[in-house]
């Protein structure tokens, strides 16, 4: 397992790493010039689109060929790429970290809201891509990426659907998270739970996906 995860990340470093540090050099320059966070929190939502990237070099290279030799399991090697996902996600957090006294400095935010903000968006990351794997695994790269969209897209025309039948108030999304304000850790304990349910499952699914791959 380790030497997939290091096998991974020299191909990160070698395809990605001059992408990836003008990418944070120009988001981290138009979140302190326009003073809008939304450019530190997004680091780990672009870096889990560079693993989903990983994907499409495997598939080139015939890696899965090779990898049907090695003492690996499926489940392994799945779990690999669920692996440095996480990864990812906690390296986008720990930016958000690092830039929290930025942003306060700069939008008078306080750092403990970043954190939170930072935390919340990492666990909506993992849930994100967590979903998508199975997609990825199911129909290839892009395929699975356009289908991750139309099932988002699915998502929000039930819920734009319910509200105009009256069925769903329009202040329901919001309130259900109103109560953040006074105590966050139960909104934070159920995204947690929440992302580590789906993102198990959605490993479990791939690799059944995968199980049924002929190389």
């Known amino acids: 397992m ?17 992408n990836l540090t003008l990418v944070l050099v120009i988001y981290t320059a138009l979140g302190l010039a326009m003073k809008l966070s939304f450019f530190f929190n997004i680091m780990g939502w672009m870096f889990g689109f560079y693993v989903v990237g990983l994907l499409s070099l495997d598939k080139a290279s015939n ?7 090695l003492p690996l399991s499926k489940p392994q090697l799945v779990g690999e790429k669920f692996i440095l996902l996480l990864l990812c996600a906690l390296a986008g957090f720990a930016y958000g970290m690092v830039m929290s006294p930025l942003i306060q400095w700069r939008m008078g935010t306080p750092i403990t809201e970043s ?10 990351v993992l849930l994100y891509f967590g979903i998508m794997m ?3 695994y199911k129909f290839g790269v892009e395929k699975g990426r356009t289908g991750m969209l139309l099932a988002i897209a699915a998502f929000g025309g039930i ?13 329901t999304p919001i309130a259900a998270f109103s109560w953040m304000d006074e105590n966050p850790l139960p909104t934070i304990a159920l995204l947690s739970a929440a992302a580590i349910v789906v993102y198990a499952v959605c490993w479990i699914v791939s690799v059944a996906i995968y199980n049924k791959k002929e190389f």
């Open 159 to 171: 819920i734009m659907f319910l509200g105009s039948t009256g069925r769903l108030s329009d202040e």
């Open 63 to 69: 890696w899965d060929f090779y990898a049907s030799a």
């Open 134 to 136: 199975p997609f990825v």
């Open 115 to 124: 954190l939170l903000v930072a935390l919340i968006v990492t666990l909506v």
């Open 2 to 18: 380790k030497g997939l995860l290091l096998k991974d990340l020299y191909i990160l470093k070698h395809a990605y790493f001059k």
